[in-house]
C-alpha cells in the first residue's frame, strides 16, 4: 500500500501538484513515524517545492550532511538522499551518507550498495572504501556467495585504486599517495598464489601503474609471469612481460620470453624486442633472421624485420632489406605505409629505384608509388592507366584508384577558398567515380563533405545512409552532417532529424546509462582487464563532444520551431551534473578525421569542413549561451552561468567569441548576453550590427546566418522581460524582412549554381579532363531540387 | 608491421577504418560489452606501429571477436567476428588473428577442442582463407542468414547460397578429428541445430 502511494508521491513532484503531495507524505509520516525513509521523502518534498526558499543547513545538512547528527542505514532512505544531494550539487555529501552508514551499521548489502553508487557516480576513491568494506563483512548468506567469495572483493579494491590513480589523481592526497599503493600492492600480494589469468593481471597492473619504472616490482611481475609462458597464451600478460623485462635490463630472460611467445603470436613489437635482447647477447642479424623465420614464417612481420634489424644492428637500412620487403609488398596497399614510417632512414631514389624493380602493372603498386610521392605521373595519367581494372573487380572490393581520383578532388577542395565550380568539378569526378567503386567509404565521405558545403543537406544525408552509421560511430562520424543542424536544415519531419533524434535516444541515453551495469557485471565476472577501458569508455561517452553539440543543436531548434525549451534545458543540467560529479569537467572530443587521409588539422579545419569546425569552446560557449536564454525567459538566477561565463572568457570575450564561434553566432551571443547581462541596454544597437549580407551568401552560410537569426530573433519575441514596445516591433519587422526575403535569396544562390555549372561546361580544360577520364557532366536538376527542398523549409521556419 | 592486442572498450572510438566498410557488421555498445566481460582473452585486435596514433586514428587494422560455448565434447570457441580494414587486406592478416585465436583457446584455460565459424556459402574467398588454415565445411545450415521476411526455413531440400552458411570447423589435437570432417558441404542442418 505504501509503495503505491510512494509512487503517486513522485508523479505529483512531476506535476508539481504539492498541496496533494503533502497530504500523502503526511498520511505515510503518521502510519510510518520512524521510517527515516519518510522522513527524507518529506524534506526532499519540501526542496522540490520551493528550491530557493529551501533551508539546506537546518532541514537537511545538520541532519545528515558531512557532520549530520542522523544516521540511516535503510537503503531506500540513503539511495534518496544520494539522489537528493546531487541534485543540491552537494556531490561529497551523496556518498558520504553511505560511508558513515557503514561504520554504525556494518553489513554487506550496504557495502555493496555504497560500491554501486559510486561505481554510479565515477568515484574510485568511495568505490575502493566501499570494496573494502565488502571484503570485511562479505559472508555465505550474500548474494553473490555461489560465485563470488570474499577473495574477489580484494581485487576489486586492487582495481578500483588502479583506477583511481589513473583517471582521478586530484582527488588523492599527497598522503594517500605514499600509502594507498603500498596498501594495493599489500592487498593483491598477500592473496598469492593466484587463481587466474585475470587476477594475475590485476597484480601486474597495480606494480607497473602504481609504481612505475621500479625494479622490483618489474622483476616481480617477470616472474610470475614467466612459468606461465609455456602453459598459456595470454596477450596482456605478453604485455607486461616484455615491457617489464626491458626495464630490469634481463635480456636472456626478455629473449627467452620473446622466442616462446613468438612460436604462438606473430607480433612485431615482441620481434623488435627479439631483436634488440638478441644483439644484447650476441647474437647475429643473421642468426635472429633464421630465428624468426622459424618461429613465424614468412610473413609481412618477418620481412619487415630485416629493415628493423638493420637499424638496431647498423643505424641504416640496406638496400637487400628493402628489396626483401617490396619484393613480396610492393603491389599491397599497405607497403606505402610502412615504407613511410622508415623514410627518414631510406632516401628517395632508393625507395624508387627498388620499386621500380617490379612491376607496375598493379593499381596498387601505383597507388603505393603515388602516396610515397616517387611516381612521376600525374593521379588523372595512372587514373587513365588503371581505369580498365574496375570493371574486373569484386563488386565488394575497393579499388586503388581512388588514390588517384582523391587527389585530384583534394586539389581543388582543399584550396584555401574553393568556389562554386571547384565543388561542382569535385562532385563530378567523386560521383562518377563511385559509380564504379560502389563501396568505398573513401570517396564517400568527400561527397557527403561537398554537398554539405554547398548546403544541400538532404543529398548528403542520403549519401550518409549509404554507409549505414549507427552505435559507437554515431559519436565518432555523425559530424560530418549533424555539426550546426539546426542552422542547416531544421525540418522536423525528414528522416534527417528523425535518424538524429534516434542517435540521441539509442547512444546517449540508452547504451550509455546501461554502461555502470555492465562494468559491474566485470567486477562480478571478474574480467578485470577490461574495466579500466570500459571506465574510460563510459566517461569519454559521457564528455563527448558529439553528445553535447547534439545537445545545443536540439536547444537551438526548439529556439528555431518555438518549441518548449524547459525540459531540455533540464535534461543538459542532468548531463551537466554527471560530469560535474567527477570533477573532470573538460569535454572529449571523439570525432574522427584521420578517416580522410590528408592529415586533417581538427583545430583548423579547411575552408570545405568549415560547417563542421565546432571547438570544445564553441560547445562551452553554446551551453552558456542556452543557460543565459533560459534564466532571462524564467526570470531565474543561475549563479553557475556567471562561473561558466568567467572560466571561459577568462576577461577576453571578443576574442574568444572570434576564435570559436562564425560571425552570425557571435552576433546571436552578443545579443542574448546583453539581455542577461545588462536586461537588453544595447538590444537596438546589436540587433542592427553589421554582419555579411545574406545577399552576398552562397552554399551553407546562406542557411546558417539566415536560421541564426530567424532563431535569435523569434527567441526575443518570446522573452517577456523585453517590455520596449519599440524595440518589440524592431524585432517583428526584422523577422518579417527575412521571411520576405528567403525565397530570393535562395533563387539567386541557385543561379549562382547554374552559372558556375555552364562556366563548367563551357571550360576546355575540365572538358577534356572529363573525356579522358571517362566520365560525364554532372546532374544539376538533383543539387538545385534540393536547394529548393531547403528553401521551403527554411522559408516555413 | 602488426603487433597483436587486446580490445579495449575505448578502442571503440578508433574503428571507423575498419567498421565503415558497409560489409562489417557495427554491433550495439552493449554486444562489444558482453563480449570484452565473457571472453576478455578472445577479443583482440592488430596494431599497426608504423601510424602514430597520435596523429592518426586508423591505426587498427582489424580486430577478431570470439566466444567459448558447448559442453564436454562440443567445448569449442566460435569465431563471430573477424574483420581487417581494407589498406591491411591480401597480406593474410585475417590469418594471423586466426592463428592468434588457435593459439590462445589451444592452450589453458580454455583448451577446447576445435573452433568453428559460419560463413556465408557464396563467399568463396573467405571459405578458401579458412581451408586454407584448415578449416573444413562441417555442415551446411539451412536459412542461417534468413531475414525476417524470408522467415524461418522450414525445408531442408531448399537451398540459397545467399541465404546458407557453412559451419566450417578445425580440430585442434585433443579433439583427435572427432568433431569434423573432410567436406560437410551436403550436410544439411536447421539454425537451431546449431545452438549449443
Redesign the interface.
Known amino acids: 500500500m505504501s509503495d503505491k502511494i510512494e509512487a503517486e508521491i513522485f508523479e505529483l513532484i512531476k506535476k508539481s501538484n504539492f498541496r496533494l503531495c503533502n497530504e500523502r507524505i503526511g498520511q505515510l509520516r503518521r502510519q510510518y513515524p520512524k521510517s527515516s525513509y519518510f522522513e527524507v521523502l518529506e524534506t526532499y518534498i519540501k526542496y522540490k517545492q520551493s528550491p530557493t526558499k529551501f533551508d539546506y543547513e537546518k532541514l537537511l545538512g545538520e541532519k545528515f550532511g558531512i557532520n549530520g547528527k542522523l544516521i540511516t542505514s535503510d537503503l531506500k532512505a540513503l539511495d534518496l538522499l544520494h539522489t537528493f544531494f546531487i541534485e543540491l550539487e552537494r556531490y561529497p555529501e551523496s556518498l558520504n551518507v553511505y560511508e558513515r552508514a557503514i561504520f554504525k551499521y556494518p553489513t554487506f548489502e550496504l557495502a555493496s550498495a555504497w560500491f554501486d553508487k559510486s561505481l554510479n557516480d565515477s568515484n574510485f576513491m568511495h568505490m575502493a572504501k566501499a570494496s573494502l568494506q565488502m571484503v570485511k563483512y562479505s559472508n555465505e548468506n550474500s548474494e553473490y556467495s555461489s560465485y563470488l567469495q570474499n577473495r574477489d572483493f580484494n581485487f576489486w579494491y586492487g582495481i578500483s585504486i588502479a583506477a583511481l590513480f589513473k583517471f582521478q589523481p586530484h582527488r588523492i592526497t599527497e598522503q594517500e599517495k605514499r600509502i594507498l599503493p603500498t596498501l594495493a600492492y599489500k592487498t593483491i600480494s598477500n592473496l598469492k598464489p593466484f587463481n587466474s589469468h585475470e587476477e594475475l593481471i590485476v597484480f601486474c597492473t597495480i606494480c607497473e601503474q602504481l609504481f612505475p619504472n621500479d625494479r622490483a616490482k618489474a622483476s616481480e611481475i617477470v616472474q610470475e609471469i614467466f612459468p606461465t609462458l609455456e602453459k598459456s597464451v595470454n596477450l596482456t600478460l605478453k604485455n607486461f612481460i616484455v615491457h617489464n623485462a626491458s626495464i630490469i635490463e634481463d635480456n636472456q630472460l626478455l629473449f627467452n620470453s620473446c622466442q616462446i611467445i613468438l612460436k604462438s603470436i606473430d607480433d612485431y613489437d615482441v620481434i623488435k624486442h627479439f631483436l634488440r635482447s638478441g644483439k644484447a647477447l650476441g647474437k647475429s642479424k643473421q642468426e635472429l633472421g633464421q630465428l624468426i623465420l622459424s618461429l613465424v614464417g614468412d610473413t609481412r612481420n618477418y620481412r619487415l624485420s630485416f629493415l628493423e634489424g638493420d637499424l638496431i644492428y647498423d643505424s641504416k637500412i640496406t638496400d637487400d632489406s628493402l628489396k626483401f620487403y617490396l619484393e613480396k609488398f610492393h603491389n599491397k596497399a599497405c607497403s606505402s605505409i610502412d615504407i613511410n614510417n622508415y623514410k627518414n632512414h631510406l632516401d628517395e631514389a632508393t625507395i624508387k629505384s627498388t620499386f621500380n624493380l617490379f612491376s607496375s602493372e598493379d593499381v596498387i603498386h601505383d597507388a603505393n608509388t603515388f602516396k610515397l610521392n616517387i611516381n612521376d605521373s600525374t593521379s588523372s595519367e595512372l587514373y587513365m592507366k588503371h581505369k580498365e581494372s574496375l570493371n574486373s573487380k569484386a563488386i565488394t572490393d575497393y579499388s586503388s584508384n581512388s588514390v588517384f581520383i582523391l587527389d585530384l578532388v583534394q586539389k581543388l577542395l582543399l584550396k584555401e577558398d574553393p568556389s562554386l565550380e571547384d565543388i561542382l568539378l569535385s562532385l563530378t569526378l567523386l560521383e562518377n567515380y563511385q559509380v564504379k567503386d560502389e563501396h568505398n567509404f573513401d570517396t564517400k565521405l568527400w561527397i557527403i563533405v561537398s554537398y554539405m558545403h554547398l548546403g544541400c543537406i538532404p543529398i548528403a544525408y542520403s549519401n550518409y545512409l549509404d554507409l549505414k552509421i549507427k552505435n559507437v560511430q554515431n559519436d565518432i562520424i555523425d559530424h560530418l552532417i549533424y555539426s550546426r543542424m539546426s542552422t542547416l536544415f531544421p525540418q522536423k519531419q525528414h528522416d534527417y532529424f528523425i535518424n538524429f533524434r534516434e542517435s540521441i535516444r539509442n547512444l546517449y541515453e540508452g547504451s550509455l546509462n546501461r554502461l555502470p551495469q555492465f562494468i559491474r557485471i566485470a567486477f562480478e565476472r571478474k574480467a578485470y582487464s577490461k574495466i579500466l577501458g570500459m571506465i574510460e569508455f563510459r566517461d569519454k561517452l559521457e564528455r563527448s563532444s558529439m553528445k553535447w553539440l547534439k545537445e545545443i543543436e536540439m536547444l537551438q531548434l526548439a529556439g528555431i520551431s518555438n518549441d518548449k525549451r524547459g525540459p531540455l534545458i533540464k535534461k543538459m543540467q542532468e548531463s551537466w551534473r554527471n560530469i560535474e560529479i567527477t570533477g573532470n569537467i573538460t569535454f572529449s572530443d571523439n570525432r574522427d578525421w584521420s578517416s580522410f587521409n590528408c592529415n586533417i588539422n581538427k583545430k583548423e579545419l579547411p575552408n570545405i569542413m568549415r560547417s563542421m569546425q565546432v571547438s570544445e569552446t564553441a560547445i562551452m560557449i553554446n551551453i552558456i549561451k542556452e543557460l543565459m536564454i533560459d534564466a532571462v525567459s524564467t526570470n531565474s538566477t543561475n549563479g553557475k552561468i556567471d562561473e561558466l561565463i568567467l572560466s571561459t572568457f577568462n576577461n577576453d570575450m571578443s576574442k574568444i567569441l572570434e576564435m570559436n564561434l562564425t560571425e552570425d553566432e557571435i552576433w546571436s551571443f552578443n545579443i542574448i548576453f546583453d539581455l542577461y547581462k545588462n536586461n537588453g541596454e544595447n538590444l537596438t544597437k546589436l540587433l542592427s550590427a553589421e554582419t555579411i549580407p545574406l545577399s552576398n551568401r552562397t552554399m551553407w552560410n546562406l542557411s546558417h546566418g539566415y536560421l541564426m537569426k530567424v532563431g535569435t530573433l523569434k527567441t526575443l519575441d518570446n522573452i517577456k522581460r523585453i517590455k520596449d514596445p519599440v524595440t518589440k516591433s524592431n524585432i517583428k519587422k526584422q523577422l518579417q524582412d527575412l521571411r520576405g526575403s528567403a525565397d530570393d535569396l535562395y533563387k539567386s544562390y541557385s543561379n549562382k549554381i547554374k552559372q558556375a555549372h555552364e562556366n563548367l561546361a563551357s571550360n576546355d580544360e575540365t572538358n577534356k579532363l572529363l573525356q579522358d577520364l571517362g566520365f560525364v557532366p554532372l546532374q544539376l536538376s538533383r543539387i538545385t531540387e534540393t536547394i529548393l527542398m531547403v528553401q521551403k523549409t527554411v522559408r516555413n521556419l | ?6 580490445f ?10 575498419i ?5 562489417t557488421e ?5 554486444f562489444y ?1 558482453e563480449y ?3 571472453w ?2 578472445l577479443f ?1 585486435k592488430s596494431l ?4 602514430d596514433s597520435q ?4 591505426n587498427i587494422s582489424g580486430y577478431m571477436m570470439a566466444k567459448t560455448e558447448g559442453k564436454a565434447h562440443e567445448w569449442h570457441t566460435h569465431i563471430t567476428a573477424v574483420t581487417v580494414a ?8 585475417a590469418s ?1 588473428l586466426c ?2 585465436l588457435e ?2 583457446t589451444d ?3 580454455h583448451n577446447v577442442n576445435f573452433i568453428d565459424l559460419f560463413v556465408k556459402c557464396n563467399n568463396d ?1 573467405a571459405i578458401m582463407l579458412y581451408e586454407k588454415l584448415g578449416y573444413s565445411v562441417y555442415r551446411r545450415v539451412i536459412g542461417y542468414y534468413n531475414s525476417s521476411e524470408d522467415g524461418y526455413p522450414n525445408t531442408l531440400k531448399k537451398v540459397n547460397d545467399d541465404k546458407d552458411a557453412f559451419d566450417m570447423r578445425k580440430s585442434m589435437q585433443r579433439d583427435k578429428g572427432r568433431s569434423t570432417i573432410a567436406d560437410g558441404r551436403k550436410n544439411k542442418c536447421y539454425p537451431h541445430d546449431v545452438k549449443f
Open positions: 608491421m602488426s603487433t597483436i592486442q587486446p579495449e572498450a575505448t578502442d571503440l572510438f578508433k574503428l571507423d577504418n567498421n565503415l566498410d558497409i560489409l557495427n554491433f550495439p555498445v552493449e560489452m570484452l566481460i565473457l576478455p582473452d583482440f599497426e606501429t608504423t601510424i596523429v592518426n586514428n586508423n581494407s589498406e591491411f587486406r591480401r597480406i593474410s592478416l594471423r592463428n592468434s593459439a590462445i592452450s589453458n584455460p574467398l
